[in-house]
């Protein structure tokens, strides 16, 4: 008689190496979501205030190398040049979770990659269905489609909920999942002129990347002129510069030789995760979130089609496809809930995600083309995210006190070793 396969346990305890990298990873994002926060608290208050014709003047300020198609606003400048190197963190984010993490095996990978499909799929369609029914237009589908790890954890880091290392690494890999998407929505449906040659000069470049790095050719002075032509190449060649980041990040070697303290993956991700987090996304989201935010401009949020689709799309879209989603890929795969959460739980983790700033702010500046609307489109960005992390704190608060229980026995350390003792006597 065959006997049952025992039931997986969802969100349960992470094993120690994997906690170790989430907990360094979310770190450096918890900074940077405080500064990416502060940021867009600036640029708010500046944009509206007497001075908003200087941050105008700042934003559109035009500088760089004509002659090499590199003629840009201040503003482009941080949207095409600076979030490159949020984009390299996030291929090096996904290269580990492919290769080391979450998404390795397809039993681990189901429920986040299924969860963040769904959190994806739902928010376009209400987005589109939103537009169609007020007679707008549907350009904007793929806006509320992204998470932003960086703005929930600050929320978190706000709110100072204890979440367990499952949830947290959950909405990592979540947002992770979100990021290859955008970028895939990006790559695909934003390209504009393409230039055959400079695509051929880029993807030359980075087949020369993928050789120094199969040569195991170390020294940054290869890598980072290589890694700039790149991505002057792939702007020049009609895609998304960003695009590059992503896969140099994709092409990085995650796993570390015999003799090596660090694989370089993991070396790049180190020096450069922080400038991203606490300079790049900051500097975007000052030139990306300052927004008229007067009464008119509001009423415009919500009478506008656009807009209201966003929000819609970013509030009740996120949370449907999200807890949806991972309620049916629990029960679709015969797992079990950790019987210390509840599915309460997931559902402030759905809530969560309707945070999409960043990523969010980048769509919608592609996909309109009327600056009037675009303004509309990132208010809708601010309020929906906005709205999604007050409804978060709210129903995470009220389970902190679980929270704080289970983070009190994951990080217990009777013996001093530096290991918490529930890895090494596996009692709860």
């Known amino acids: 008689m065959t006997q049952a396969r025992p039931r997986r346990t969802v969100l349960g305890l992470l094993p120690w190496p994997e906690r170790q990298a989430v907990a360094e990873a979310l770190r450096t994002e918890t900074v940077g979501g405080l500064v990416l926060l502060a940021a867009a608290v600036v640029a708010l208050v500046w944009a509206n205030s007497p001075w908003s014709a200087a941050y105008e003047s700042v934003r559109d300020l035009h500088f760089g190398i004509p002659a090499l198609g590199l003629d840009l606003s201040v503003g482009h400048w941080t949207a095409d040049g600076l979030l490159a190197v949020f984009?390299?963190?996030?291929?090096?984010?996904?290269?580990?979770?492919?290769?080391?993490?979450?998404?390795?095996?397809?039993?681990?990978?189901?429920?986040?990659?299924?969860?963040?499909?769904?959190?994806m799929a739902v928010p376009a369609g209400l987005y589109t269905l939103t537009a169609v029914l007020g007679g707008g237009s549907t350009d904007g589908w793929a806006v509320p489609m992204?998470?932003?790890?960086?703005?929930?954890?600050?929320?978190?880091?706000v709110i100072s909920t204890h979440l367990p290392a499952a949830l947290r690494a959950f909405l990592l890999t979540l947002a992770v999942v979100d990021d290859l998407g955008a970028i895939f929505i990006i790559a695909v449906f934003f390209t504009s002129d393409l230039n055959p040659w400079a695509l051929a000069g880029a993807g030359a470049g980075l087949v020369v990347f993928y050789l120094l790095q199969r040569l195991r050719v170390r020294g940054w002075w290869w890598y980072v002129p290589l890694g700039v032509g790149i991505w002057a190449l792939m702007y020049n060649g009609g895609i998304h510069a960003t695009v590059a980041g992503v896969a140099m990040g994709l092409i990085l070697r995650t796993r570390r030789d015999?003799?090596?303290?660090?694989?370089?993956?993991?070396?790049?991700?180190?020096?450069?995760?922080?400038?991203?987090?606490?300079?790049?996304?900051?500097?975007?989201?000052?030139?990306?979130?300052?927004?008229?935010?007067?009464?008119?401009?509001?009423?415009?949020?919500?009478?506008?089609?656009e807009p209201l689709a966003v929000f819609v799309g970013l509030v009740a879209g996120k949370i449907l496809g999200v807890f949806l989603g991972t309620y049916a890929a629990a029960r679709f795969t015969k797992a079990r809930l950790n019987p210390d959460l509840a599915w309460a739980d997931v559902l402030g983790l759905a809530v969560l995600a309707g945070i999409g700033f960043t990523v969010a702010l980048l769509i919608g500046e592609l996909s309109f083309?009327?600056?009037e609307q675009t303004e509309h489109v990132k208010a809708a960005v601010l309020i929906g995210s906005t709205t999604a992390a007050v409804l978060a704190a709210v129903l995470l608060r009220r389970r902190n006190r679980v929270y704080r229980r289970l983070w009190e026995e994951e990080n217990r350390d009777d013996n001093a070793d530096g290991i918490p003792d529930v890895y090494q006597t596996g009692v709860r």
């Open 146 to 157: 992204a998470t932003d790890i960086a703005f929930a954890l600050a929320v978190l880091a």
């Open 258 to 305: 015999s003799g090596e303290e660090e694989a370089p993956a993991a070396r790049v991700s180190h020096l450069v995760h922080p400038f991203s987090a606490g300079v790049a996304v900051p500097l975007f989201a000052l030139f990306a979130a300052g927004v008229g935010v007067s009464g008119a401009a509001l009423l415009e949020v919500f009478t506008d089609p």
């Open 369 to 371: 083309t009327d600056p």
């Open 87 to 119: 984009f390299l963190v996030a291929g090096i984010e996904l290269k580990r979770e492919l290769v080391l993490g979450e998404l390795r095996t397809p039993a681990t990978a189901a429920l986040p990659v299924i969860a963040a499909l769904c959190g």
